[in-house]
């Protein structure tokens, strides 16, 4: 079998709040807990969920950006954490980031060729004039002229400026790019663009994307698998159209039910369900969902289900996962 490209296994991140009061104990926030998936070479994967579900703390998990507090995340075989500083700049050559905000991930004081060289210069040393013919080739391949290299950020578009961003990812011909929420900061007209374009290039150069998103359609394009995130852990994973067309664990139907839709008879553009559950008190060893579950029930306060096949390639945690149509559109 083909090694897998990451491996993410039982991954925990925490962060200690400011004492609230002198001699209190600091509050932790379990910002994700135990999550694990394996992610082979042209097979990406997208992770959805509300704001707050840890799905950009996971992103920066994966990117070495920050080590976790538990388990282990692992690109071609290698434990991130353990590699030191010199290893992990060699290891950054396989895996780059593009970021949500083109506007703020961009430093307007550089020119695009020091912007887009930057990973580059960080893993070797080359002539300029070879730096600059693989800075063109890459400005070009995002469908950016080569004469925009000499330019500065503020001379472009937002989406311009992403397709900037994913050029810098791509300088170094990556096997895997963390894109965290790559097109919610443009506007929908530009949005299909780099959607396109991320398509175009996955087919062109062979990468693999872990996505990043909280918008169903964006990944729905890109994936070829989901998972869905809930107060740090996931919930529910399959295909987009497993997902899509048949969900099981009532969180994500409550997702699928908020994408804002034509209302048949004109009456509103979408729909959300709301229980009385949303007051109820949650344990800590309850389901995470259960204050939220119109279905919940006594065990799902008193036990954490785990994440478990339903049916093949459809992974589910939940105690009584749902059967039926869950159209998204």
């Known amino acids: 079998m083909n090694e897998p490209l990451l491996q993410v296994r039982q991954v925990s991140r925490s962060y200690t709040l400011p004492r609230e009061s002198l001699l209190g104990k600091p509050p932790l926030v379990h910002a994700v807990q135990g999550v694990s998936f394996t992610l082979h070479s042209g097979a990406s994967l997208g992770i959805v969920g509300e704001s707050g579900s840890g799905k950009s703390t996971l992103a920066r998990l994966v990117m070495a950006l920050e080590p976790p507090s538990t388990g282990q995340v692992n690109i071609l075989g290698r434990d991130m954490a353990t590699l030191g500083a010199a290893d992990l700049r060699a290891a950054r050559r396989d895996f780059q980031m593009v970021f949500q905000d083109p506007y703020g991930s961009l430093d307007p004081r550089q020119t695009v060729q020091r912007i887009v060289t930057e990973p580059l210069d960080a893993q070797q040393r080359c002539a300029p004039a070879e730096r600059r013919r693989q800075a063109q080739d890459v400005l070009e391949s995002v469908g950016l002229r080569a004469t925009d290299l000499d330019k500065y950020p503020h001379e472009f ?81 399959g295909t987009p159209e497993t997902l899509f067309c048949n969900a099981a664990h009532p969180y994500t139907r409550a997702l699928l039910e908020a994408v804002p839709r034509m209302d048949p008879q004109g009456v509103g553009t979408s729909r959300r369900r709301t229980t009385s559950v949303l007051a109820r008190p949650q344990r800590a060893e309850a389901c995470p969902y259960a204050h939220r579950c119109p279905n919940a029930q006594s065990i799902c306060d008193a036990s954490r289900p785990e994440l478990l096949a339903l049916t093949t390639g459809h992974l589910v945690a939940c105690h009584f996962p749902q059967n039926g149509s869950s159209k998204m559109m």
């Open 157 to 237: 578009s937002g989406g311009q400026r992403q397709r900037i961003a994913i050029a810098r990812a791509l300088i170094t011909r990556p096997r895997l790019i963390v894109a965290d929420e790559p097109v919610s900061a443009l506007d929908v007209s530009v949005q299909a663009q780099v959607l396109n374009l991320m398509q175009d290039l996955q087919a062109q150069f062979g990468v693999t994307y872990l996505l990043i998103s909280h918008d169903l359609a964006v990944v729905d394009h890109l994936c070829a698998e989901v998972a869905v995130m809930f107060q740090g852990r996931i919930v529910e994973q």
